[in-house]
């Protein structure tokens, strides 16, 4: 049914900083309250940050709260997630979903931060 496309993913250095992109194409979840998770190799999938659905941020999980922004923009069916002063240990792939109502998910975007 609904596609999720995530992207703006990359290869950082520890400090620096990524906007990723959460879409689907062909679909609107523009009523969803929507979230960002992140799965690094051998981990299960944590969830990072949640919003609503008129943009107000709901949460953050504690090793990224001041660092990490999360918005987004019901006119372009789009959600964001802004990422500073990255760390190692923010390595990991991250997707997008519904936290209203659970959609199959993305193939996500690859986030490396790495020296």
């Known amino acids: 049914q609904v596609q999720l496309v995530e992207s703006g993913g990359g290869l950082v250095q520890p400090g620096g900083s990524l906007r990723l992109s959460c879409e689907a194409p062909?679909?609107?979840?523009?009523?969803?309250?929507m979230g960002w998770y992140r799965q690094a190799p051998g981990k299960r999938r944590e969830w990072v940050a949640g919003i609503t659905s008129g943009g107000r941020p709901t949460g953050f999980k504690d090793s990224v709260k001041g660092r990490f922004t999360i918005s987004r923009d019901n006119s372009k069916n789009t959600v964001y997630l802004q990422m500073d002063n990255l760390k190692p240990e923010d390595t990991a792939v991250y997707y997008c979903?519904?936290?209203?109502?659970?959609?199959?998910w993305g193939q996500g975007t690859q986030v490396t931060v790495s020296s």
């Open positions: 979903n519904s936290m209203s109502r659970r959609l199959d």
């Open positions: 062909g679909s609107i979840f523009s009523a969803d309250a």
